[in-house]
């Protein structure tokens, strides 16, 4: 009776215990107790380095609000001055140039200006006797000036009265200038210097456009960088909340004051709506405060200034307006008053002031919404805030942690970075979350620094610890930002890439962990039960920092047969480590505890993995081809069924009758038996059902998976849960139908091909012309140099079986490619003027993009268009799909290259062979290439980290190979080993990031290594990419363009939209564009294809 005595008592204190570690959580959250976040930064909210394209069609984009500019007299070679920085006349007497001679421009349009001082003067001139001075504190007419500037960036200067500015020989500025100067060294030419161009934001875009541009571009904006699929992203990464940053004029939408452009309103209301749907809650962050809170671009000042604490009374509106319209909403978690208010130019008793009335006013509409106060930007102590009692509830403080911004860091390495995050970031976390006071959230970090050379292992080490530490935070953190043209800013890219991983928070596992602990020890007649686990390293060879932080795993130890006299309870409970932090050495914990612990499933003993599993203490090993688990509920009976219904709905394609569903259906005109129509215009009327055969029913499926793993430790293991258990799961069978939705008659396809060349384009377009024309369509046409030739300026070309007859005997494409284009808007209106009602998208992932852009576009228009897509990439980095065309062709010519490169290496002494391929960030050419060709020493790809340098780098391999073989080729594709080459902001027109030549920095390396360490080494470096992709399709590419382009006509005549046509498990599917476009495929480091190819090279692991 004791001993049951004591084991309850063990239980009642342990639940007390994780009751107490519970109430601190979030209400309100799905998954974990804290805010998991993301900022949806750039939105709303223009800031112009996250989306630079948006100032594309900005005419004198160097000259936008806020540009700071100089003048130099070419004649005095002296620079214009505002005396005292404004308030005083102007003259030409400086030598060098400070903030007196520095104008910040107001834009009225891309020719005028108007000039600000830096005490906030504008520069005037009087019309009658053309003095100029610095004296007006608000500008009109008098204060505008037209910038005249040549190629050399020479200006003059013109006043709205027509006369032009010029410095006298006595250092005096007029505006008396009455004729056309010249570009000559005259009084009325200056040089400008644009000092600073750095202000980029809502007001630039806006004013530099014009209302009607603006429009259009920040409606497209809108509409297309953040979409219902990112929701559905977010969730699926156990993101549970998003943080969205508006503008002030929110409050004003649709008309809002001018140069602001409405439509911000409608876009948050979608955000809630999806944040709804997938189970996010949302925090609408005031990030533009009227007048300017910090002068930055992403609090839309026009020039810099600042002049926030003159608005306080419109700010509270719009406080009023957002809780007044959100508070209620299902989705709502917080609003944050302010975002970033600047030390500098914001005092603390303002400040505090305006925090406790938008308080108020949110209290006013919800007494459960969390009131969210950011700190002063600038170095002002967060301390400040938590003496101010500005509310006694759910009030929550903002703190934003960057290594950057600061001088602190310059020329910090990467385990300093890592070292101030353990340290200083966890104290100053630990003094606030002890402080009484309000909830603190981390709204605002990043996984980037200023270390320099840093690797991938670096970013990853970087991002772990900032996640352990921020997960400290008693209201959670928020990632900055979704996306970014700025790789390691953008949130999907860090987790699809692997530069990011998430995982459950220590205090979860570790309170479920104990719980459940405890009440194995009250259920089960044990008399000890002791379970210690070991250190599981996350990376091979990985240097340890501070806490050990990536090595989890936990040991606990209860003695429960030394019981006193007394009958007390003496159990000694230890964690010393913490859980695997990573899939990958999850899944070896997990085999760890089965291979340890797994015993009989008698009542004396108990299951441990039964427990760990039931609590979803382990997840299963899956790579970034499989679907996240985070959502799934594997205590729930049912869950098995529910995933299968929501895959089935995941990949429903859509139909015309989803969209018109009265629209009318026809008999097939196509038939395995008859190749042209019955008759030239059908006068005879449709062949009836019997007389057509060799149709696909649309409930037809196959079969996505076909392996049944029977245990994540299996090579390429992709498991759903944690047992692995089979999950069907099934897709639409391509192939032709019985009923279509089109009239051949009314028919007019076009085709488009876009991104580089392929071997197989042609092809593809030849094949599709001549199943069109067996349908029985007359108007067939190609669209030149992709998504471009929708352009007015372009002309169709028409296709027929004569035309395309024999194009496939060569490579390139019929139709030209190119990258980049027109707006969706400006595609679909073309096609409406073309009449064009079906077409076909042949491309990679960006086209694919794009054709569903059209697909949604056509439908909100309410057209009756067939969009399908054919998958183009020589990568092979398509999701789901066994492979696309023109990679086994691409396989086939790299291994002449390769082969090439071998004869080469062999034939000198101590010869290397470099070889790069296609691959930006999928390595299947390269893996593959290998294979094939069995003479590859080394194979480098994206997915796989490497190091060049050091004992187990990729130079001291290759100098073994020299010194034991005599010669050695190395193959690396082209995304390899971006973190050794130097980084470039250049794009491409599809918007992808121009990257360094990886293949060259190898062979300078192994040349420079090798000559210090006096040794020869004969290095040859091939490319053959550009032979390869305008290479002619080979038999095995041709096969499959052929069944591609069938079955993409008959996907449109079948009346489906916004869908690809692929090869899925051998066997020609059907799969939504939106499910394959998410991110790349990838090549599974713990793949048997993977392993193969070690085997055959024979390389050892670099790192």
């Not at 291979?595 to 003993?605: D, L, N």
């Not at 009923?739 to 197989?760: N, Q, R, S, W």
């Not at 920095?1001 to 040859?1020: L, M, N, R, S, T």
Request: some cysteine; aromatic content about 12%.
């Amino acid at each position: 009776m004791e001993l049951i005595f004591c084991k309850w008592v063990l239980v009642f204190s342990l639940s007390l215990w994780l009751i107490i570690s519970i109430a601190s959580s979030v209400e309100g959250l799905r998954g974990s107790s804290k805010v998991r976040g993301v900022n949806l930064g750039g939105w709303l909210v223009v800031e112009g380095w996250i989306k630079p394209s948006l100032f594309d069609e900005v005419h004198n984009k160097d000259m936008i609000d806020g540009t700071q500019v100089q003048f130099r007299s070419v004649t005095l070679h002296k620079y214009i001055s505002a005396q005292n920085g404004g308030g005083m006349k102007v003259t030409v007497d400086r030598d060098f140039p400070s903030s007196w001679e520095t104008f910040r421009l107001w834009r009225v349009s891309s020719t005028q200006f108007q000039l600000r001082t830096s005490q906030g003067n504008f520069i005037t001139c009087d019309i009658n006797d053309g003095n100029v001075s610095a004296t007006a504190s608000t500008p009109s007419s008098t204060e505008t000036f037209y910038i005249e500037r040549n190629e050399r960036n020479r200006v003059h200067i013109k006043h709205i009265s027509g006369s032009y500015l010029q410095a006298s020989s006595s250092n005096d500025i007029t505006a008396d200038y009455h004729w056309v100067p010249g570009w000559d060294d005259n009084a009325a030419t200056f040089e400008m210097i644009i000092v600073s161009n750095v202000i980029h934001g809502d007001y630039q875009l806006a004013n530099g456009l014009g209302h009607d541009n603006a429009k259009k571009v920040l409606t497209r904006h809108r509409n297309s960088f953040i979409t219902l699929q990112d929701f559905k992203f977010l969730n699926k990464h156990g993101i549970n909340t998003v943080r969205i940053p508006v503008g002030w004029w929110i409050a004003f939408d649709p008309d809002p004051p001018a140069p602001f452009i409405g439509g911000t309103l409608e876009a948050l209301d979608n955000a809630f709506s999806w944040a709804q749907l997938y189970d996010i809650k949302c925090i609408i962050d005031l990030h533009a405060a009227p007048g300017s809170q910090n002068g930055m671009e992403h609090s839309a000042s026009r020039d810099g200034s600042t002049s926030w604490p003159m608005y306080i009374s419109q700010t509270l509106y719009v406080i009023d307006f957002l809780a007044s319209r959100y508070a209620r909403h299902p989705a709502m978690l917080g609003i944050e008053l302010l975002n970033e208010p600047s030390a500098a130019t914001v005092p603390l008793d303002i400040l505090i002031s305006y925090y406790k009335q938008g308080y108020e006013i949110i209290r006013k509409h919800s007494a459960t919404v969390y009131v969210i106060i950011c700190q002063r930007i600038g170095n002002a102590d967060p301390l400040e805030l938590y003496k101010a009692n500005i509310g006694p509830s759910n009030l929550v403080l903002d703190l934003h942690y960057y290594n950057l911004f600061d001088n602190y860091f310059v020329n910090k390495t990467a385990s300093e970075n890592i070292q101030f995050i353990f340290k200083n970031r966890q104290q100053q976390l630990n003094a606030l979350n002890n402080s009484n006071g309000p909830l603190v959230f981390i709204g605002e970090w990043v996984n980037e620094w200023n270390a320099t050379n840093s690797t991938k292992l670096d970013y990853q080490d970087f991002g772990e610890a900032q996640l352990q530490v921020y997960d400290t935070a008693s209201f959670g953190w928020a990632y900055w930002t979704l996306k970014n043209a700025e790789l390691h800013w953008d949130f999907e890219w860090n987790i699809r890439n692997n530069y990011l991983k998430l995982s459950y928070s220590q205090k979860t596992v570790l309170s479920k962990g104990v719980l459940w602990l405890g009440f194995a020890c009250s259920f089960y007649p044990l008399e000890e039960l002791t379970i210690s686990l070991p250190k599981i390293w996350t990376e091979k060879k990985r240097r340890i920092l501070p806490f050990d932080y990536f090595t989890r795993s936990i040991s606990f130890s209860f003695s429960l047969s030394q019981l006193s006299t007394m009958g007390s309870l003496s159990p000694a409970i230890t964690s010393n480590l913490l859980f695997p932090a990573t899939t990958t050495h999850r899944t070896s914990f997990h085999a760890f505890i089965r291979s340890r612990f797994q015993t009989s499933s008698s009542s004396s003993k108990l299951n441990i993995i039964s427990l760990f599993n039931t609590n979803r203490f382990l997840t299963p090993a899956h790579n970034n081809n499989t679907d996240s688990i985070s959502a799934i509920d594997f205590t729930d009976p049912e869950w098995k069924t529910k995933y299968e219904h929501d895959f089935e709905e995941r990949f429903n394609i859509p139909h015309v009758t989803d969209f018109f569903p009265d629209a009318e259906s026809y008999p097939s005109t196509f038939c395995l038996r008859m190749r042209t129509p019955v008759s030239e215009d059908f006068a005879q009327g449709y062949p009836s059902d019997e007389e057509w055969h060799g149709y696909i029913n649309n409930n037809d499926r196959v079969l996505l998976k076909v392996i049944r793993f029977s245990s994540p430790r299996s090579a390429g293991a992709e498991c759903i849960d944690p047992d692995c258990t089979w999950v069907q799961q099934w897709i639409h069978r391509a192939g032709p139908r019985e009923k279509i939705y089109f009239k051949p008659e009314d028919v007019k396809a076009a085709i488009v091909t876009c991104g580089g060349l392929c071997p197989g384009l042609n092809d593809v377009i030849r094949q599709i012309v001549i199943t069109l024309e067996i349908y029985g369509v007359k108007k067939i046409v190609g669209i030149p140099f992709g998504y471009r030739g929708f352009r007015k300026e372009f002309s169709e070309i028409p296709l027929t079986r004569k035309v395309v007859q024999n194009v496939h005997l060569s490579g390139g494409s019929l139709l030209g490619v190119s990258r980049g284009g027109p707006n969706v808007s400006e595609i679909v209106d073309s096609m409406q003027e073309r009449g064009i009602n079906m077409l076909f998208v042949l491309g990679g992932n960006g086209t694919h993009a794009g054709a569903n852009a059209v697909h949604n576009e056509c439908r909100k228009r309410g057209l009756k268009v067939a969009v399908v897509g054919v998958p183009k990439t020589i990568d092979n980095d398509i999701l789901l799909m066994d492979k696309t065309f023109g990679f086994d062709t691409a396989v086939e010519e790299a291994q002449r290259a390769i082969n090439s490169a071998y004869i080469e290496a062999h034939s000198a002494y101590r010869g290397v062979g470099v070889v790069k391929l296609m691959g930006r960030s999928s390595g299947f050419i390269a893996m593959q290439a290998a294979l094939a060709s069995g003479q590859i020493d080394i194979c480098l790809i994206p997915e796989v980290p490497f190091e060049l340098h050091g004992p187990h780098g990729v130079l001291k391999h290759l100098k073994y190979l020299l010194e034991t073989k005599g010669s050695a080729v190395i193959c690396v594709a082209e995304g390899a080993g971006q973190n050794f080459v130097e980084k470039t902001n250049a794009k491409d027109a599809s918007g992808n990031v121009v990257y360094g030549d990886i293949g060259v920095h190898i062979q300078q390396e192994i040349k420079k290594y090798f000559k210090e360490i006096g040794d020869p080494a004969d290095v040859k470096y091939i490319d053959p990419t550009y032979m390869i992709r305008a290479c002619r399709a080979n038999a095995s590419d041709g096969i499959l363009c052929t069944v591609l382009g069938q079955n993409a006509v008959h996907g449109a005549f079948g009346g489906y939209s916004g869908i690809t046509v692929g090869i899925c498990n051998t066997h020609y599917v059907y799969l939504p564009i939106t499910e394959v476009i998410s991110y790349p495929k990838t090549v599974d480091p713990n793949s048997r294809m993977w392993h193969r190819c070690l085997t055959s090279t024979g390389q050892p692991d670099f790192i």
